[in-house]
């Protein structure tokens, strides 16, 4: 698991809203967990999504390359790029046939 840092109320007025159905047996756990906690219930399914999508965000911004890897891949992404010329060539025929094409 990851360390997560606290989730601070999100400043300004809460204008969305969302809705989700349930087992009745999943609404009383939360329930229990909400009071324990001494929030609310929407306070603590709300807080328990953020923690959830912290959770995503940190996994999606790691790294699970060995580090041999990953400096491999860096040093790669780093040089200097290369002409292709079959690619250019490409690019110039799709001028006017492809959306936003160079």
């Given at each position: 698991m990851f360390a997560l840092e606290p989730i601070a109320a999100t400043?300004?007025?809460m204008e969305?809203?969302?809705e989700l159905r349930m087992h009745r047996a999943d609404e009383a756990r939360i329930?229990?967990?909400a009071a324990a906690t001494g929030l609310q219930e929407a306070d603590f399914i709300r807080q328990a999504?953020?923690?959830r999508a912290q959770e995503?965000?940190?996994r999606m911004a790691?790294?699970?390359l060995p580090e041999e890897a990953f400096e491999a891949f860096k040093a790669a992404v780093e040089a200097p790029g290369k002409v292709a010329p079959g690619?250019?060539?490409a690019m110039k025929a799709s001028k006017g046939v492809l959306k936003d094409a160079g």
């Amino acid at each position: 698991m990851f360390a997560l840092e606290p989730i601070a109320a999100t400043p300004g007025r809460m204008e969305a809203r969302k809705e989700l159905r349930m087992h009745r047996a999943d609404e009383a756990r939360i329930r229990a967990a909400a009071a324990a906690t001494g929030l609310q219930e929407a306070d603590f399914i709300r807080q328990a999504a953020l923690l959830r999508a912290q959770e995503v965000e940190q996994r999606m911004a790691l790294s699970i390359l060995p580090e041999e890897a990953f400096e491999a891949f860096k040093a790669a992404v780093e040089a200097p790029g290369k002409v292709a010329p079959g690619l250019a060539q490409a690019m110039k025929a799709s001028k006017g046939v492809l959306k936003d094409a160079g």
